[in-house]
């Protein structure tokens, strides 16, 4: 498949994955959340990834929650579905991600070990097999890939991008110039992504070494904040995303900050606040205290206070 029918312009939206009380899935409360991503205006969903909650799903889930977003976004934005872990685990997502007729994979990282650089290519290469689909790459955790390393991904056919959740602007940097040096259409077309936890605080400082798409936590619970951050990042205007940063997005990075697990936590808190059918998250993360949750409330208010006033 030619990159150029990849269609992955727009804010990135990654839906929450709800659970009942007792934390099996809610397929009903996801079509909800679903079709409000896309009245909100997401351009391109991404379903059962790290805001997913994908580690604690099994197949089977992962397979129920792409067939409801297919069904419920009906051809109105692509929709993408997270594959990854063990290797053979990795390759059954994404062969079921082509059976599902998903419009991409994002792999995550491999399962708790990792391997040298060769290792980590030859983990893609076996993960995406013959399928056509398209595939973008997760460089985080134990699937951190050097620039020499990143650039063999594009020898895949099936690779089209790289999503970077490391944070080291200066290895992004590396992998964007060495693929753009190569001076294909191939390498000219090839696509990278900021997928920073709240991406909208390093956005845009990855926008300045060529990296402008990113996908927004934000969107699952204040739509209209990241949309006016988006656009203000692709005006460059610094003003506006000073102020959000400072009114919202920062204070929200420090609660965030204060327990592992939060960059999802927090997120579906926040989506409750809203009134969304999230549910809670499954172990090992876990809620929000309600000290947390008023604080967060509150970052929220302010937020759109902020966004109020420009």
Known sequence: MAQTEIELDGLLAFPLTPFTEDLELNLDGFAENVESHIAAGAGALFVACGTGEFSSLSVDEVAALLAKARDVANGRVPVWVGAGGGAAGA???????????????LLLPPYLVTGPQDGLVDYVRYAVGDTSVPVIVYHRSTGVFTAPAAAKLLDIPSVVGIKDGYGDVETMTRIVTTIRALGTQRAADFLFF???PTAEVSAKAYAAIGVARYSSAVHCFAPEIAHRFHRALAEDDNATMDALLAGFYLPLVALRDETPGFAVSLVKAAARLRGDKVGTVRPPLIEPTPEQIDRLGKVVENGFAVLKGL
Do not use: E, I, P, T
């Open 91 to 105: 390759r059954a997502g994404v062969a079921a991600a082509r059976a599902g007729n998903a419009d991409g994979v």
């Open 194 to 196: 900021n997928g920073l």
